[in-house]
C-alpha cells in the first residue's frame, strides 16, 4: 500500500502542501506536514511542494506469479431472486475469453435463499456459493470480505462485475484488498498476445478508447455496465456447486432500515425510447416529447445536457456518465452526437435522429436523419399516431 512521506530535512514548512490540498488530507502540525485519512493520493502537494520534500513510498514493481491465477471469475448478483441480466451478459463474454485461455469460468454467490437450479445452467463451469441470512441484507464488509476469501482460495486471473450500485461498491474494496488493479465501465474486453486481459474504455470525456493492462498482479478486474455485451448462455454446461463453508467475517454494520427509493422505470430495458436533449430548453417543453413516448409506448429519457440544465433526472441520461441502451428503436430529438452520447446508444437497432443542423454529428450513424424543428416534426409524429 502506498503511502505519502515527508523529508524533514528538505521541508522548509512554507505550508504549501496544506494549501493545494482539495481533501484536507495533509495538515501541518509542530512545523511538518501529517498526512491523513482524507488523502486520495492526488498527489497535487507533491507537485506544489517547493522543495521536493514529499515522495510516495510502496510504488515500488513487486514480484509477482501471474501463473498461478487462472480462470475468469464472474459476480454474480441476485436481484428480485433471480440472475441479474448484467451478470447473464458476463458470463457470455467470461466464456469468449476463458475458451481464448482455454480456461475455466467460475461464478461466484453471497447472499440469501440462492434458487441453485438456475445456476446450474447459467453457463459457468463451477459456482461458488456463500449462502446464509447474514447476507440477507447488502452490507460491504461481510460481502467484501467473503468474496477475498474465495478468491484468494480459487485464484482466477480475471474476474468480471457488474457495473451496478452493488458492482461498484465491492470492487474497490477488494481491489484494495487483493492489491491489484480495477477498470470501470469497460465497454470492450479482449486477451493480448501474452494473455493480459485488455481492458477497454473511453477515457478523456470520451475522445480515446484507452486500453489498460494490469500485468503485475490478480486477479484482472473490470466492471462492465449492462447492455454493453449480448447474453450468450452455454446451455450445454452444467455447472458444478461448491458451497462455500467456514469463512469467518463479522461486519462492523448493522442495518436499522431499509428506505425504498420511489421506483422509476428502467431505460436500460425500453423497447422503444423518445431521447431529448438541448433543443428543449423549458420544462413545459418536455410535456410534448413525454406524451409523444406515452402514446407510442415508449420511454423518455436525454442527453446530459438535459439533466445538468435540472430538467431530466440523472436515471434518465444516456451515455458514458449514464445509462447504456438497446432500443429496438430510438427517436433523439435535438441531440447532436457528442460521443459521450453515443457512447451509450451502441446496442440501438433503428435510431431516427432529428436535428435542424443537417451536419450534427448524430446525422453521421442515425439508421435516418430528419432536417427539421424538433417541436414540429413531434407534433406531425403525434398527429399521424392519432390518426392510425
Ligand atoms: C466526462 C464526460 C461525460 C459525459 N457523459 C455524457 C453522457 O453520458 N451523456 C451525454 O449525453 N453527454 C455526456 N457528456 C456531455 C457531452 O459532451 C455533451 O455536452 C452533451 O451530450 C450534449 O448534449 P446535447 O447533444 O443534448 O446538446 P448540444 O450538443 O447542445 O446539441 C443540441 C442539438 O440540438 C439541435 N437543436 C437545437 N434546437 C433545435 C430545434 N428546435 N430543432 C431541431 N434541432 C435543434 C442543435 O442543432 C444541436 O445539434 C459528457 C461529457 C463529459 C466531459
Ligand atoms: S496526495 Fe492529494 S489528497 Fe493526499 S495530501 Fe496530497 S494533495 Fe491532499
Ligand atoms: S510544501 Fe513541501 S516544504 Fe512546504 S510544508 Fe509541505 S512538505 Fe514542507
Same mark, same amino acid.
Given at each position: 500500500? +502506498?503511502?505519502l512521506?515527508?523529508?524533514?530535512s &528538505?521541508c522548509?514548512s512554507c505550508?504549501i502542501?496544506?494549501?493545494s490540498?482539495?481533501f484536507q488530507g495533509v495538515?501541518i ?9 482524507n488523502?486520495?493520493f492526488?498527489? =497535487?502537494?507533491i507537485?506544489a $511542494?517547493?522543495?521536493s520534500?514529499?515522495?510516495?513510498l510502496?510504488?515500488e ?23 441479474s441480466e448484467?451478470s447473464?451478459e ?6 469468449e475469453?476463458a475458451?481464448?485461455?482455454?480456461e475455466? *469460468?467460475?461464478?461466484?454467490?453471497i447472499?440469501?435463499n440462492?434458487?441453485l437450479e438456475?445456476l446450474?445452467?447459467?453457463g *459457468?463451469?463451477?459456482?461458488?456459493v +456463500? =449462502?446464509g441470512?447474514q447476507?440477507a /441484507?447488502?452490507?460491504? /464488509?461481510?460481502v467484501g /470480505?467473503?468474496l477475498?476469501s474465495i %478468491?484468494e &482460495?480459487v485464484?482466477p486471473s480475471?474476474?468480471l462485475v457488474? #457495473?451496478t450500485?452493488?458492482g ?5 474494496y477488494?481491489?484494495v484488498k487483493?492489491e491489484t488493479?480495477?477498470?470501470?465501465? $469497460?465497454?470492450?474486453l479482449?486477451i493480448d498476445?501474452?494473455g493480459?486481459?485488455i481492458?477497454i ?8 478508447? #484507452?486500453?489498460?493492462?494490469t500485468e503485475n498482479?490478480r486477479p484482472?478486474?473490470a466492471?462492465v455496465?449492462e447492455k454493453?455485451?449480448?447474453?450468450t448462455?452455454d ?6 456447486i461448491?458451497? @462455500?463453508?467456514?469463512?469467518?467475517v463479522v461486519?462492523?454494520?448493522d442495518?436499522?432500515?431499509? @428506505?425504498k427509493?420511489? @421506483?422509476?422505470? /428502467? ?6 425510447? %423518445? #431521447?431529448?436533449g438541448?433543443g428543449v430548453?423549458?420544462?413545459? =417543453?418536455?410535456a *410534448?416529447?413525454?406524451?409523444? +413516448?406515452? =402514446?407510442? !409506448? ?5 442527453s446530459?445536457?438535459l ?7 440523472q436515471s434518465?441520461? *444516456? !451515455?458514458l456518465?449514464?445509462k447504456?441502451?438497446?432500443a ?6 435535438g441531440?447532436s452526437?457528442?460521443?459521450q452520447f453515443l457512447a451509450g446508444?451502441g ?6 435522429a432529428?436535428?435542424?443542423?443537417p451536419?450534427a454529428n448524430?446525422?453521421t450513424? +442515425?439508421n435516418?436523419g430528419?432536417v427539421?424543428?424538433?417541436f414540429?416534426?413531434s407534433?406531425e ?6 390518426k392510425?
Amino acid at each position: 500500500m +502506498a503511502i505519502l512521506s515527508v523529508d524533514n530535512s &528538505k521541508c522548509i514548512s512554507c505550508g504549501i502542501c496544506e494549501k493545494s490540498c482539495k481533501f484536507q488530507g495533509v495538515k501541518i502540525e509542530n512545523k511538518y506536514p501529517i498526512f491523513n485519512d482524507n488523502c486520495t493520493f492526488c498527489f =497535487e502537494c507533491i507537485t506544489a $511542494c517547493p522543495t521536493s520534500a514529499i515522495t510516495v513510498l510502496g510504488l515500488e514493481k513487486k514480484e509477482f506469479d501471474t501463473t498461478l491465477w487462472s480462470g475468469v471469475m464472474v459476480y454474480l448478483e441476485i436481484k428480485d431472486n433471480i440472475l441479474s441480466e448484467v451478470s447473464k451478459e458476463l458470463i457470455g463474454k467470461a466464456r469468449e475469453l476463458a475458451n481464448t485461455l482455454s480456461e475455466k *469460468v467460475f461464478g461466484v454467490v453471497i447472499n440469501h435463499n440462492i434458487n441453485l437450479e438456475e445456476l446450474k445452467t447459467c453457463g *459457468v463451469d463451477t459456482v461458488f456459493v +456463500a =449462502e446464509g441470512e447474514q447476507f440477507a /441484507d447488502f452490507k460491504l /464488509d461481510l460481502v467484501g /470480505d467473503c468474496l477475498h476469501s474465495i %478468491i484468494e &482460495k480459487v485464484k482466477p486471473s480475471i474476474f468480471l462485475v457488474g #457495473a451496478t450500485n452493488q458492482g461498484k461498491t465491492i470492487v474497490p474494496y477488494i481491489s484494495v484488498k487483493c492489491e491489484t488493479g480495477m477498470t470501470a465501465d $469497460c465497454t470492450s474486453l479482449e486477451i493480448d498476445k501474452n494473455g493480459n486481459l485488455i481492458q477497454i474504455r473511453p477515457a478523456f470525456g470520451g475522445n480515446i478508447m #484507452a486500453e489498460i493492462l494490469t500485468e503485475n498482479s490478480r486477479p484482472q478486474i473490470a466492471t462492465v455496465r449492462e447492455k454493453i455485451f449480448k447474453i450468450t448462455v452455454d446451455v450445454k454446461t452444467q455447472a458444478e456447486i461448491v458451497k @462455500v463453508q467456514g469463512l469467518e467475517v463479522v461486519s462492523k454494520y448493522d442495518v436499522l432500515k431499509i @428506505v425504498k427509493k420511489a @421506483v422509476d422505470s /428502467d431505460i436500460s430495458h425500453a423497447k422503444i425510447l %423518445i #431521447a431529448i436533449g438541448n433543443g428543449v430548453k423549458k420544462k413545459e =417543453e418536455i410535456a *410534448v416529447f413525454q406524451k409523444l +413516448a406515452d =402514446e407510442i !409506448g415508449g420511454e423518455l429519457c436525454s442527453s446530459r445536457a438535459l439533466v445538468e440544465a435540472g430538467l431530466m433526472p440523472q436515471s434518465r441520461q *444516456v !451515455g458514458l456518465s449514464g445509462k447504456a441502451v438497446s432500443a429496438d428503436l430510438m427517436f433523439a430529438f435535438g441531440i447532436s452526437g457528442s460521443a459521450q452520447f453515443l457512447a451509450g446508444v451502441g446496442g440501438v437497432k433503428t435510431l431516427i435522429a432529428i436535428n435542424a443542423d443537417p451536419d450534427a454529428n448524430i446525422m453521421t450513424i +442515425a439508421n435516418h436523419g430528419i432536417v427539421a424543428d424538433i417541436f414540429q416534426t413531434s407534433a406531425e409524429v403525434l398527429l399521424s399516431l392519432r390518426k392510425k
